[in-house]
Structures are given as C-alpha cells and as structure tokens.
C-alpha cells in the first residue's frame, strides 16, 4: 500500500515535472519566438519576406488544411464576406451581375484579395520588401505593387483612383497600419468571378503585426457606404513565410481571356 | 487507337479520383460540368503558362483523320511550378493524354484540366506533378 502510495507520488511528481518542463519550454520558446522579430534600424518590425498560408494553390499546409479554404466564423459557420453587407439597392445590382463579369478575367487586380489578403490580390502568396520609407507589397499573380510611406509624410493628392487604391502607412507600436483610399470602381473585391463589386467610397484599414520570427498576422476592415450596410470585418488571417525568398513574374495575358471565351471552339480546327 | 478523340461522357467526379478545386480566378462551376468527364488523347500544340490560368491546347485526330482542337484549363503557372512543374518539361509535339470535366459550352472544344498523362507514363494534375507545396 505504502508502496503504491509512493509510486503514485512519483508518478504525479513526474508528471507535474514534465507538465512543467514543458510549460517553461513553451514559454522559453514563445518568449525566443517573440524577440527573434526581425527589426529594422529604427526599431520597427520588418515585415519583409514572401507570405502566404503554409502551401500553395493546390497544394496542403502541414497541417493538412487547404490554403484557400473559405473563412469560417467562430461556430463554424461562413464568415461574413463584402457582398452579404451589400444594401438592398446594391444587391439588386449585383443580381445583374454573374461571373463572367468579373475583371479579373481580363487580368483587372482585385481591390482587394480573393483569399481576404490584399498581399496577395490574385493569388495565394505575396513578398513584402521594407525600406526606412516605404513597405512595398509586391503581389505575384497578377504582378501588382502597392507602396506604402511609412515615414510620416501626408497622403498624396492629385492622384488619379486606381484598381488597388492609394495606401499610407504608420506604425501604432509593433503594427504597422495601412489606410487605404482612392479607389476606382471598376475593379471587384474578390476575383474567381465572386460578384463582388464596390464603389469609389471604399475604404480600408489594415494592421500587420509580425507576431514572430515567421508568422504575421493581419486584420482588416473595409467600408463602402455606397453600397455596404456596414463595415464589413475582415476575418483575422494569419502568414507564415514561405520556403522561398522570392515569388515570380508571370504575366497575366488576355489572350487566356480569349482562350476562356471560345478561341478553341470547334471551328478552330485544321 | 493513337491520336483518336475519346469523349467519355458523363464517368463522373469520382471516376476520375480527383477533387474540384473550391478556388479559381474564375468560377469553375460556372465554366465547366463536372458531372461530364472526358479523356482526349493527342498532341500538344502550346503550352501557356499564363496568369490567370494555364492552358494546354492539344490537336486531336478523330478516327476520319480529322484534327480538332482542344484546350484544357489547368492551374496557376507560379502554383504549377512550385509544386514541381518545369516549363519545358512538356513541349509541343508532345503525346498526351488529357483527361478532364467539359465546358458547359458543348460548342466549344474546351475543358478543365484534371490530369494529364504524357507518353512515357508520367501523370500530371491541375497544378503539376502534385509534389506538394514549396518543393
């Protein structure tokens, strides 16, 4: 009995050992994953590196997961995308609308990312590149840019809207905020002919924080009073870096527009 | 039997042991029947490794001798070739074998790429080999 007693004590005595072995470990780890933030030379994260979620188009992240599976509420449910906000009025319009009106067919970016990440725009990965001026997000499938003055300087005026709007940052401790504005109205919200268009109201606010060594976290929210009832709340998304340092060129070409379109109709033969 | 249009209607999705991708720039559901699978057998003519998508377009030679053409949608280029796909690795003249779901446009001599098998054996899905990602 005393015996058993005793093998029990150390069994638990183990156990809680070991609990706590692993409990220091794991905040030794966080507390090393934490510092091992990359900064720049004025103290700032760099943000700088290729993101996406753990795989690519195609292919499973480690932990089996699609890295293009929708965004899921807290139950499980669909989160809420751009077009279940839409106003009466603008639903209305976007029931005229169908897939083949998507600009992204005829390589037209997105206004903002078809994955929710505006880093990627079209597509399941992007590269950061961070100077003392500028964080430059540079988007790989449709080989898009977006520069981004991180040095205090006012937005720019006198600059014509565009498909990704106009973007200035500033630093809010460790996160980096992007306010976007001057948009175009031509471009949609998503591409894979997701009807999703917005308005020249549209505005969004993005805040990166690498939270460690290879993990960044964004949120966004955008709003569109035009033809948003409300905000709409980006699902949270969080980036590893990728096993490389460096996406592609490839260019988007019209003449796969016209492919999609019927150049290969029977007619077409020899 | 070589360089001869098969047109397999309807074997369905499972037949085919291949998923529908739940992503794309545009809607494959939209684009093409996924419940209409069909293997055409012939020679590449181009490759296109473009954004938004690639395309393989092949010339098939029905039993009169007759050559159509055929396009098959595949994946994102950058997708295709992280995950082992080279571009040079299928040229034209090549002898492939291009199985897939229709386009919902029977008019059209198109389709979405499930899995394409060239001469020597080797077999490709939608987003290349299906090495994994980053490889």
């Known amino acids: 009995m ?11 005595g183990l156990v809680w050992s070991t609990a706590g072995t692993a409990r220091l470990a794991a905040q030794s780890a966080k507390a090393a994953s934490s510092s091992a933030i990359p900064r720049t030379a004025d103290g700032h994260p760099d943000l700088s590196g290729v993101w996406w979620r753990g795989a690519d188009v195609g292919g499973r992240t480690a932990s089996g997961a699609s890295p293009t599976a929708p965004a899921r509420g807290p139950g499980g449910e669909p989160a809420p995308t751009f077009p279940s906000l839409y106003s009466p009025a603008a639903a209305a319009k976007a029931k005229t609308l169908s897939d083949k009106d998507d600009p992204a067919l005829g390589c037209t970016n997105t206004a ?38 991180i040095d205090g300087r006012p937005r720019r005026d006198a600059v014509p809207p565009s498909n990704r709007g106009d973007a200035i940052g500033h630093w809010e401790g460790d996160t980096l905020v992007v306010d976007k504005t001057n948009f175009t109205d031509t471009s949609w919200i998503y591409a894979e002919g997701r009807v999703s268009y917005h308005s020249d109201a ?5 805040r990166y924080r690498r939270v460690d060594a290879n ?6 929210t955008l709003e569109d009073p035009k033809v948003l009832t409300k905000p709409w709340v980006v699902p949270k998304q969080t980036l590893v870096l990728a096993p490389f340092d460096q996406i592609m060129e490839l260019a988007c070409s019209n003449e796969t527009q016209s492919l999609v379109e019927g150049a290969s109709k029977q007619a077409s033969a020899k | 039997m070589k360089r001869t249009f098969l047109a397999v209607l309807g074997a369905g999705l499972v037949a085919l042991g291949t998923g529908v991708p739940a992503w794309a720039h545009h809607s494959f559901a ?13 020679v590449i003519n181009q490759v296109l490794l473009r954004n938004p998508h690639s395309w393989f377009v092949i010339d098939v030679k029905d039993a009169s001798g007759k050559v159509e053409q055929w396009s098959f949608e595949a994946g994102t ?10 571009p040079d690795i299928i040229k034209a003249g090549a002898e492939v074998t291009i199985k897939g779901f229709r386009a919902r446009d029977a008019s059209q001599n198109r389709g979405m790429l499930s899995q394409l098998t060239t001469a020597d054996g080797k077999t490709y899905g939608m987003f290349g080999p299906q090495e994994g990602p980053g490889k």
């Open chain 1, 2 to 12: 005393t015996r058993s007693i005793l093998t029990g004590a150390v069994a638990i």
């Open chain 1, 112 to 149: 903002f990312g078809t994955l929710n990440v505006s880093l990627f725009d079209v597509g399941a990965v992007g590269q950061i590149v961070q100077t003392p001026k500028f964080v430059i997000m540079l988007t790989e499938t449709y080989n898009s840019f977006q520069i981004i003055p």
């Open chain 1, 202 to 206: 549209l505005h969004m606010v993005e």
């Open chain 1, 215 to 220: 993990t960044l976290e964004i949120d966004a």
């Open chain 2, 30 to 42: 939209a684009a093409y029947d996924m419940g209409n699978t069909i293997t055409v057998h012939g």
């Open chain 2, 77 to 86: 280029p950058s997708g295709m070739i992280r995950n082992g796909y080279k």
